[in-house]
């Protein structure tokens, strides 16, 4: 398995959280992911579930899509996956299919997360493909961006509804 320095980690986390703010630019949950096989990113994604209308297109799904295209393989062995938020069910199930064998991810996900927090799918010994799990890389910057983005959403709605009760 690939062994990255922590500044490596770091670099491939701030591509990750690139992605993730075009999710944002398009207000869409802001969550980014790459996917590196040798040094050099093969695969990027962001969450564009609101522009493309489609419920599977987060940043993870997109990232495997690409990295499968780009290698000509479904399997994406000795890659390794960056995402700023911990994967949910389905893109845990989408990783451990596509034998992607380790993860990096920024901040955990305890409403829906699929690697730790709510169910653990990457490690389970109950399933063919594991995966090796690492968290925290640019935790503060990847948390950082879904709480202004779900604070700026609440503020929205706030005003929204305080506009209608003036119009009333």
Same mark, same amino acid.
């Given at each position: 398995?690939?062994?990255?320095?922590?500044?490596? +980690?770091?670099?491939?986390?701030?591509?990750?959280?690139?992605?993730?703010?075009?999710?944002?630019?398009?207000?869409?949950?802001?969550?980014?992911?790459?996917?590196?096989?040798?040094?050099?990113?093969?695969?990027?994604?962001?969450?564009?579930?609101?522009?493309?209308?489609?419920?599977?297109?987060?940043?993870?799904?997109?990232?495997?899509?690409?990295?499968?295209?780009?290698?000509?393989?479904?399997?994406?062995?000795?890659?390794?996956?960056?995402?700023?938020?911990?994967?949910?069910?389905?893109?845990?199930?989408?990783?451990?299919?596509?034998?992607?064998?380790?993860?990096?991810?920024?901040?955990?996900?305890?409403?829906?997360?699929?690697?730790?927090?709510?169910?653990?799918?990457?490690?389970?010994?109950?399933?063919?493909?594991?995966?090796?799990?690492?968290?925290?890389?640019?935790?503060?910057?990847?948390?950082?961006?879904?709480?202004?983005?779900?604070?700026?959403?609440?503020?929205? +709605?706030?005003?929204?509804?305080?506009?209608? +009760?003036?119009?009333?």
């Amino acid at each position: 398995m690939a062994e990255f320095t922590q500044e490596e +980690k770091e670099f491939f986390m701030r591509e990750a959280l690139k992605e993730a703010q075009k999710s944002l630019e398009k207000e869409e949950i802001p969550i980014g992911c790459v996917i590196v096989k040798d040094g050099e990113i093969i695969g990027r994604g962001h969450n564009a579930r609101e522009e493309q209308q489609k419920a599977i297109l987060h940043a993870e799904i997109m990232a495997i899509n690409e990295a499968n295209e780009n290698e000509g393989n479904w399997r994406l062995l000795d890659s390794m996956l960056f995402v700023t938020i911990e994967p949910c069910v389905m893109c845990s199930g989408a990783i451990g299919l596509a034998r992607i064998p380790q993860v990096i991810y920024g901040a955990a996900n305890q409403k829906f997360g699929g690697a730790g927090s709510l169910y653990d799918i990457l490690t389970d010994i109950r399933l063919n493909h594991r995966v090796e799990v690492e968290t925290g890389i640019l935790e503060a910057e990847c948390a950082g961006i879904m709480q202004d983005f779900f604070r700026k959403n609440r503020e929205k +709605k706030k005003a929204v509804k305080r506009a209608a +009760k003036e119009h009333c």
